[in-house]
C-alpha cells in the first residue's frame, strides 16, 4: 500500500509528515510500523491538521521556520535526510522541545566514491576522450594517461570521508599521506597511512584530495604559494566544500603549468555557472554531486526513520543535533556556566592545535556537588566547533569524541585556586598537555584564570592574542607599539609569569582579528616565543 493513500486508522499512535521527496524504501521503518502514520505532503499544503504531526522528515526543499514548529505544538522530533541543517530553526526548536536529528553518515561511501572515480577520470583523461569520440575523432594518442599503481595520494582531512579514500587507494596499490592536525598516530597506523605536515605533502605526493571542513582556518588554504609548491605533473581534487582551494589560483596554476590538472565537485559559488575552471581541458567538473547516488539517499532516509521511530517509542536519538527541552528555571542557572565551558573549549582547541587523545574535566568549589554532564558536553561542543566538517553541540559532542577515540573523563577536587567555582580541563595529546581553568561570578562574568603553570584573570572577548614570551622589560610597551603600528586596538590586557624573568604570557583582548602580517611582525621580537590568535 503506498504511503500516500495509506489510510489514518484510529490505532495509529504517531503521525509523521514528509514535507519533500524522498525514498520510499529508505523509509520503510516508518512506513511499515504499526504505531505510524505515514503522511507524504508538504507540510505547506498539507490536508491534515498540523497540531497532530508528531514527526517531521525533511530534505533540502522544505523550510523548517519558527512560525511552522508553534503551528505544530505536538511536533516532537524532526529528521533531516542530509547533513546540513541550515533550513531549520534550531533555536525554535529547541525553545519548544523539538529534537532535530540528521545522517552524518548516509552519503560517506558516495562521496568517497566519486571523489575516487573523479581522480581515475582525470588521470586517464576518461571525460575528455569520451567527447572526442562522440565528435567522431579518434584521438587515441592525444589522451595518455597516468597510472594510479605505485603512485603517492595526499588527503588533505582525514575524517570519515578520508577514511574510506584510502582504503581504496590502497587496494590500488598506492601510498597514502595524509595532513590533518588532529590525526593521531595509532588512528594513522590503523588506516595505514602517513601523517605528513601540509607543505610535505603537497611537496611529495602525486594526487591530492582535500577533505576538511570549510572554517576560517581552511578557507583557501590551497593558495598560489601553496599550489607552486606542488608537483608539476600533480592533480588536485576537491568533492568537499567550495572555497577550501582557491579557485582563482588554481586556474593559473593549471594554465602556467605549475600542475597538470585538477577535478571539482564543489565551488565558492553556486550554481557555478559558466566557471571559468570548466573553460580548461586539463580540468574535469561536476555539478555537486558527490553524494547524489540512489544508495545514499536510501541511505539518508532510512537513517532519520530508524530514529525518528526509535525517539516516538522513547528511545534517544544519537545524531540529535539540538539541546533537548530544559526546564526554564533550571536553564537559566545553568546557562552561564555552559558558555563559560564552551568559551573554554573553544580557547583550548585554538591553543592545542595538535591531535589529541584526552580531554579531562575538573571540577571545584560550588560545581563540585552538581550534576556536571551538561558542563563537560558544553566544553566538547566548543572544543570540537573549529575541529569537525558538521553542526556541533553539547548533544552529539560526546559522539564526535568518541568517534575520534578520545577518551573523555572528569573528576572532582578541592583545588578551587581560591574561587567559590571552577571549571578546568586538561587536554592530553601523544606530546604535550594543556591545562586551562575558568571560573564564573555574578560580579564579574565569566573569566580564565589560569593556562597552564600561568594565573591570570582575563575577560574573553572576541578577539584574543596569546603571546608567550621571556619576562623582560620594555616588552609589553614594543607589542603595544607594534599592534598600534598595524592599526589594532588593544580592548584589555593581562598578563602572567612563573617568575621575574622567566617564562611569561601576555592576553590581549583586540577590537579586530589580527591578520597574517600581524603575527608575522612579532618574529623581530626576540624576546617572543610564539604568539596564537584566538577567536570566538
Excluded at 57 to 71: H, L, N
Excluded at 167 to 187: C, G, H, I, Q, W
Excluded at 285 to 291: G, M, Q
Excluded at 338 to 346: A, F, R, W
Amino acid at each position: 500500500m503506498s504511503a500516500n493513500t495509506k489510510e489514518r486508522t484510529e490505532n495509529k499512535q504517531f503521525t509523521v509528515l514528509v514535507s519533500d521527496q524522498m525514498s520510499e524504501e529508505g523509509l520503510k521503518p516508518v512506513i511499515e510500523s504499526d504505531e505510524v502514520n505515514v503522511v507524504f505532503e508538504n507540510v505547506l499544503s498539507t490536508t491534515i491538521p498540523l497540531e497532530e504531526v508528531d514527526a517531521l522528515i525533511i530534505r533540502s526543499a522544505t523550510t523548517v521556520t519558527a512560525d511552522i514548529i508553534q503551528k505544530m505544538p505536538n511536533l516532537k522530533i524532526i529528521g533531516r535526510a542530509g547533513v546540513g541543517v541550515d533550513n531549520v530553526d534550531l533555536d525554535a526548536a529547541t525553545a519548544n522541545g523539538v529534537v532535530v536529528v540528521n545522517a552524518p553518515d548516509g552519503n560517506t561511501i558516495s562521496t568517497a566514491e566519486h571523489t575516487f572515480a573523479m581522480l581515475a577520470s582525470v588521470v586517464r583523461n576518461i571525460p575528455q576522450a569520451n567527447q572526442s569520440m562522440k565528435e567522431g575523432r579518434w584521438d587515441r594518442k592525444l589522451y595518455t594517461g597516468t597510472e594510479l599503481f605505485g603512485k603517492t595520494l595526499g588527503i588533505v582531512g582525514f575524517g570519515r570521508i578520508g577514511s574510506e579514500i584510502a582504503s581504496r587507494a590502497r587496494a590500488f596499490k598506492m601510498n597514502v599521506v595524509a595532513y590533518d592536525p588532529f590525526l593521531t598516530e595509532s588512528r594513522a597506523e590503523k588506516n595505514k597511512v602517513t601523517i605528513m605536515d601540509l607543505d610535505e605533502l603537497l611537496e611529495s605526493a602525486d594526487f591530492i584530495s582535500v577533505h576538511t571542513p570549510l572554517t576560517k582556518e581552511t578557507k583557501g588554504m590551497i593558495s598560489t604559494e601553496r599550489l607552486k609548491k606542488m608537483k608539476k605533473n600533480a592533480y588536485l581534487l576537491n568533492c568537499a566544500r567550495g572555497g577550501i582551494i582557491d579557485e582563482d589560483a588554481l586556474y593559473q596554476a593549471i594554465k602556467q603549468g605549475d600542475i597538470k590538472g585538477a577535478a571539482v565537485d564543489v565551488y565558492e559559488e553556486e550554481p557555478a555557472k559558466n566557471h571559468p575552471l570548466t573553460e580548461l581541458d586539463e580540468v574535469i567538473t561536476t555539478p555537486h554531486i558527490a553524494a547524489s547516488t540512489d544508495e545514499a539517499q536510501l541511505n539518508v532516509a532510512e537513517q532519520v526513520a530508524v530514529e525518528i521511530l526509535d525517539y516516538l517509542k522513547g528511545k534517544p536519538a544519537p545524531h540529535a543535533l539540538n539541546l533537548p527541552h530544559i526546564d526554564a528555571d533550571e536553564f537559566e542557572k545553568m546557562a552561564p556556566i555552559t558558555s563559560l565551558t564552551k568559551v573554554l573549549g573553544e580557547t583550548a582547541t585554538q591553543l592545542f592545535r595538535e591531535p589529541v587523545k584526552e580531554v579531562e574535566m575538573h571540577y571545584a568549589g560550588e560545581l563540585s556537588h552538581q550534576e556536571t554532564g551538561l558542563f563537560n558536553r558544553s566544553f566538547l561542543a566548543g572544543f570540537f566547533k573549529h575541529r569537525v566538517d558538521s553542526y556541533v553541540n553539547e548533544v552529539n559532542a560526546v559522539a564526535i569524541a568518541k568517534e575520534r577515540e578520545i577518551n573523555v573523563s572528569e573528576k572532582h577536587t578541592n583545588e578551587s585556586y581560591g574561587y567559590s567555582n571552577m571549571i578546568g580541563a586538561t587536554i592530553r595529546g601523544e606530546k604535550r598537555e594543556l591545562f586551562i581553568v575558568g571560573t564564573y561570578s555574578k560580579e564579574f562574568g565569566p573569566r580564565i584564570v589560569r593556562i597552564n603553570e600561568f594565573s591570570f584573570e582575563f575577560q574573553p572577548g572576541k578577539h584574543t592574542l596569546f603571546v608567550q614570551h621571556n619576562d623582560r622589560p620594555g616588552v609589553i610597551g614594543k607589542v603595544g607599539q607594534l599592534l598600534g603600528t598595524h592599526d589594532v586596538n588593544i580592548a584589555t590586557m593581562q598578563v602572567g609569569r612563573h617568575s621575574e624573568g622567566g617564562k611569561a604570557i601576555m592576553l590581549l583582548g583586540t577590537d579586530k582579528a589580527c591578520n597574517g602580517d600581524v603575527i608575522t611582525a612579532f618574529e623581530t621580537f626576540d624576546e617572543v616565543e610564539s604568539v596564537q590568535t584566538i577567536e570566538l
